[in-house]
């Protein structure tokens, strides 16, 4: 399999993460796509993924499956033990309404932000901004932090008492916050916790650093 990526990028990341929850970095090659340059962007991306967004995976048979849910489901139907879209249909249905949210509210709202309020990836890429919408955005993304702080204050993890794709979609949006420069408010004391939490895992610390190829042994 091949993953087309940028290493440090938040939508990537929730790929990267959810290869590692399921030990199958090994089993993949990443392929760098260079956002800042738009490489995203050329024919030659955009014949294998037309919406022209990162990550991408490649099937060895030539497939290729964009979008991070599509993407992570994939990766956790490979075995019998799905960690990271539910076992039950209470488990999946919880798990993909608080992943879409995550992404509504918060991962896509800072995306907005970022491409439209910001300078963004530079005027090569960013062909058309609206500056008012972006610093809207921005304000949604600040409510859908006091709205997950506010699931944290009763549960463990974001769709209930276990790891799971949608705490790694809320990753991928203080990720990008992180990269904006938007903080979590203050009283957020409790996403606070729980993101200094979920920095510890491996998955999480290792993730840029996981298509690093090894040292040649001597």
């Not at 992943?99 to 062909?127: I, Q």
């Amino acid at each position: 399999m091949k993953i087309y990526d940028w290493p440090t990028g938040p939508y990537p990341a929730r790929v990267r993460i959810a290869l590692a929850e399921k030990n199958l970095q090994s089993q993949v090659q990443f392929v760098t796509v260079d956002l800042w340059k738009g490489e995203h962007k050329k024919p030659e991306f955009l014949a294998k993924n037309y919406s022209g967004t990162l990550p991408v995976l490649e099937l060895d048979d030539g497939t290729l499956l964009a979008e991070c849910t599509a993407i992570t489901e994939y990766l956790d139907a490979l075995d019998d033990a799905p960690l990271l879209t539910g076992r039950t249909a209470r488990e999946k249905g919880m798990i993909h309404m608080m992943s879409k949210r995550a992404e509504l509210e918060l991962l896509d709202a800072v995306s907005v932000y970022f491409h439209h309020a910001t300078p963004g990836l530079g005027p090569d890429v960013e062909l058309y901004q609206n500056p008012e919408w972006g610093l809207r955005q921005r304000d949604k993304a600040v409510r859908g932090m006091r709205y997950f702080d506010g699931i944290l204050r009763r549960q463990p993890f974001v769709a209930g008492d276990f790891f799971s794709m949608a705490d790694i979609t809320v990753i991928g949006g203080l990720i990008f916050a992180e990269l904006v420069t938007l903080p979590v408010p203050a009283e957020c004391d409790a996403l606070q916790a729980w993101y200094a939490r979920m920095q510890q895992r491996p998955s999480v610390k290792n993730r840029v650093t996981m298509s690093t190829p090894a040292p040649a042994s001597v």
